[in-house]
C-alpha cells in the first residue's frame, strides 16, 4: 500500500496530493505557484491559505496541474519541526482524507525537504497518524453501521530513488505502531459482557496465531497450583473463570534477557464489596487498558519483528461481588508467599499484577514494565494527557522515557521513596497491605506493586488518566486511546540495538 514514484509532482494523476508548508517560507511551494501563476502567493497573503502548524487545506486545482485536488498541511515554522509536531499535522490530513472518501492519494517529497527531521522519523511520523488518526471505534449500532473508508494506497512521490527503500520502511514501521494501539483501543471499547477474560485470552491467541507466537493460556486450576492467591482472590466474587494469558516473542538467537510486559486485565471493575458509586463504576470496561495496550504492542512487535525478546503477562478476570467474593480484612497469600491484608477490594489491580509479575520472574523476565489503569489518583495527580510513572532502575526508566519522547506519549515519574515502599508493609496482620488511604495513593499503588518485582529492573506505567481521551483529539476519536502500545512497541524496538 506504499508505493514510490519517480516522478514530477505537477504530473502525478491523483484525486489528492499531500503538499507541506512551512509558515515562513518567503515563496511557499515554488513549482506549484508557478503553475498557478502566483496564484497561490495571492492566497496566502490574503489568509486564505492558512499554514500554520496542524492547519489542512484543500485546493480544487482546475487542471493547473494533473493532481485533482491539492491538500496543503501545514509544518510551523521549519526550524521548529518535530516528529511530534509532523505526525499531529498529518493527522489532520488523514482524517480530512477519511471524510472526503477518498481511497488513494500521493504526496510531495519535495514540499518536505530540509527538515531538521530525518527521513526515517518524519515516515514513521506520518505511518502513524495514518493508522490512528483516521480510526473510527467499533459500535453496537443496528441502524447505521458505519462505513469508514480508509486510505488503500499512499505514494510518495519524489526524484531520488535512493531513498524509496528507507522511506517505505519507516512509513510500514510507523503504521504498525499506529495499527498496534488500534488493537488495544478495540479491546477497551469492547464492552465487559462481551470481552470477558476468556474472550480476552481467544483474541489473544488470534493475535498469536497471526505472527506464530508461542502463547499458554492458564486456566484457574493451574493458577491454584500456581499458589495465585491475589488473582484469585479478586476473581472468588465472578462467574466468569480467570485467564493468565503468556504470549512469547523470540527475536533473537537464543531465549535470553527477556522483556516481561505486564498488563491489567480487569475486564470490569465493580470495586467488589468496597463498591464503586452508581457514577465511578460506569466506564469500568476500560480497566484492562493495560492489557489491551501490552496485545497491541505485541501486535505491533509481531508485524515489525525486532530483534528482542518479550514475554507478555496478563492476569484477567472482572472484579465483582457475590457470597463468594473476598472482603476487606480477609488475608491472601501471593503466589510469592507474601501475604496481603485486604484493606480495599478496590484495590484490585496491584493484587492481580502482584502475581503476574511473581509469574514473569519465575519465567526469567531479566526487565520488567507494568502498565495498568491502577488509580484515580494519577489523575489526580498528573490529570489526562500524562501516564504516571515509577520505577527501581533509573537505567531502565530511561529507557522508556527515550520511546515516550519519541512516540511523543508523555510520562512523568513519580517517587519511589523508601518511607512508600514502608507504608505498603504495614499491616498488623500480614506483610502487605493493599490499600493504606487517600494520600499519595497513586503511589502506594505503584509501591505494592514494586514490592513484587523486587530487585528486577522495574518500570510501572499507570494509565488510569491516559487510556481515555475525553474528547476528539489531533490523533484519534473520543474514546479508548491505546495509550504506550507505540511506546512499548518502541521499548522493545530499542533493545535490538
Ligand atoms: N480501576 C481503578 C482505577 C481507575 C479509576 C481507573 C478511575 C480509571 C478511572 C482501580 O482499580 C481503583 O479502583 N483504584 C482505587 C484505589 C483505591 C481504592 C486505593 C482508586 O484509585 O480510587
Ligand atoms: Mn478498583
Ligand atoms: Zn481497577
Do not use: C
Not at 458509586?277 to 501486535?299: F, L, N, P, R, Y
Request: aromatic share 6%.
Amino acid at each position: 500500500m506504499y508505493t514510490f514514484n519517480q516522478e514530477d509532482f505537477t504530473k502525478t494523476a491523483t484525486e489528492a496530493l499531500l503538499f507541506g508548508v512551512y509558515t515562513e517560507e518567503d515563496r511557499p511551494f515554488q513549482t506549484l505557484d508557478e503553475a498557478f501563476s502566483g496564484e497561490l502567493q495571492e492566497l496566502v497573503e490574503a489568509g486564505d491559505l492558512p499554514l500554520g502548524s496542524g492547519q489542512v487545506t484543500k485546493l480544487h486545482t482546475f487542471g493547473k496541474v494533473v493532481p485533482k485536488r491539492i491538500y496543503f498541511v501545514g509544518l510551523g515554522k521549519q526550524e521548529e519541526v518535530t516528529k511530534d509536531s509532523l505526525r499531529k499535522a498529518f493527522g489532520n490530513v488523514f482524517k480530512q482524507l477519511s471524510k472526503d472518501k477518498v481511497e488513494k492519494a500521493a504526496l510531495a517529497l519535495e514540499s518536505l525537504a530540509g527538515l531538521p527531521v530525518s527521513n526515517a522519523l518524519v515516515f514513521e511520523a506520518i505511518g502513524e497518524a495514518q493508522a490512528l488518526a483516521p480510526f473510527v471505534l467499533n459500535t453496537y449500532h443496528t441502524d447505521k453501521p458505519k462505513n469508514s473508508v480508509e486510505l488503500a494506497e499512499l505514494t510518495i512521490i519524489g526524484e531520488n530513488q535512493d531513498v524509496k527503500e528507507d522511506i517505505v520502511q519507516a512509513l510500514h514501521i510507523g503504521f504498525a505502531l499506529g495499527e498496534g494501539a488500534n488493537v488495544a483501543r478495540r479491546l477497551v471499547n469492547t464492552p465487559g459482557n462481551i470481552m470477558t477474560a476468556t474472550a480476552l485470552a481467544s483474541f489473544a491467541q488470534g493475535i498469536a496465531e497471526k505472527h506464530s507466537f508461542d502463547i499458554e493460556i492458564l486456566e484457574k486450576e493451574e493458577m491454584e497450583a500456581l499458589g495465585m492467591g491475589a488473582l484469585l482472590a479478586v476473581n472468588r466474587g465472578s462467574v466468569e473463570p480467570p485467564r493468565l494469558i503468556v504470549m512469547r516473542y523470540q527475536g533473537k538467537e537464543t531465549w535470553e534477557n527477556p522483556v516481561a510486559l505486564v498488563g491489567k486485565g480487569i475486564t470490569f471493575d465493580t470495586g467488589g464489596y468496597s463498591l464503586k458509586g452508581k457514577d465511578g463504576i460506569v466506564g469500568m470496561k476500560m480497566d484492562m487498558g493495560g492489557a489491551a495496550s501490552t496485545i497491541g504492542a505485541m501486535d505491533a512487535i509481531g508485524t515489525i519483528k525486532p530483534k528482542a525478546n518479550v514475554m507478555a503477562v496478563i492476569p484477567a478476570t472482572d472484579n465483582m461481588i457475590s457470597g463468594n467474593a473476598f472482603k476487606p480484612d480477609d488475608v491472601i497469600t501471593s503466589m510469592s508467599g507474601k501475604t496481603i491484608e485486604i484493606r480495599n477490594t478496590d484495590a484490585e489491580g496491584r493484587l492481580v499484577l502482584a502475581d503476574a509479575i511473581t509469574y514473569a520472574k519465575r519465567k526469567g523476565a531479566a526487565k520488567i514494565i507494568d502498565i495498568a489503569t491502577l488509580t484515580g489518583g494519577v489523575i489526580v495527580a498528573l490529570g489526562n494527557e500524562v501516564t504516571g510513572v515509577m520505577t527501581n532502575n533509573d537505567e531502565w526508566f530511561s529507557s522508556v522515557q527515550e520511546a515516550a519522547d519519541d512516540t511523543g506519549e508523555l510520562i512523568w515519574q513519580l517517587p519511589y521513596f523508601e518511607h512508600y515502599q514502608k507504608q505498603v508493609r504495614t499491616s498488623h496482620i500480614a506483610d502487605l497491605n493493599n490499600s493504606p488511604g487517600r494520600a499519595g495513593h497513586a503511589i502506594m499503588a505503584g509501591a505494592f506493586v514494586g514490592a513484587f518485582a523486587e530487585d528486577t529492573p522495574w518500570v510501572h506505567l499507570d494509565i488510569a488518566g491516559t487510556a481515555m481521551a475525553s474528547a476528539d483529539h489531533d490523533l484519534g476519536p473520543k474514546g479508548p486511546t491505546g495509550v504506550m502500545a507505540r511506546t512499548l512497541t518502541k521499548v522493545v524496538m530499542n533493545q535490538a540495538e
